[in-house]
Nanobody, 122 residues
């Protein structure tokens, strides 16, 4: 069993940056960030299994990374927009992806964190 704890969320203005962290209690082969805004379905943001994968809406603005121990994942978010406002969830899994189709599917992941809120507002 792997426990995940997210941190780093907050309230920022459009154009600002935030860095989210996800600390895992054990190693996993893959990790990802998803987000969910009120009234919307949970959506894929970014994932890493050695390679990195991003949804189109965040390409060029967000960067996902892991530490060398592969127990902490980060999401550097730059040029934030109001539409980035959501609760961001960390996920971890036992398999590698092979494609963004697998990386972006919630069913790929075995463990989920409780989420951290990101609000982008003027």
């Amino acid at each position: 069993q792997v426990q995940l704890v997210e941190s780093g969320g907050g309230v920022v203005q459009p154009g600002a940056s935030l860095k989210l962290s996800c600390v895992a209690s054990g190693r996993s082969r893959s990790m990802a960030w998803f987000r969910q805004a009120p009234g919307k379905v949970r959506e894929f943001v970014a994932a890493i299994d050695g390679l990195t994968y991003y949804t189109e809406a965040v390409k060029g603005r967000f960067t996902v990374s892991r530490d060398s121990a592969q127990t902490t994942m980060y999401l550097q978010m730059n040029s934030l927009k109001p539409e980035d406002s959501a609760k961001y969830y960390c996920a971890a899994g036992h398999q590698t992806f092979g494609s963004i189709i697998t990386a972006s599917s919630a069913r790929t992941y075995n463990y989920w964190g409780q989420g951290t809120q990101v609000t982008v507002s003027a």
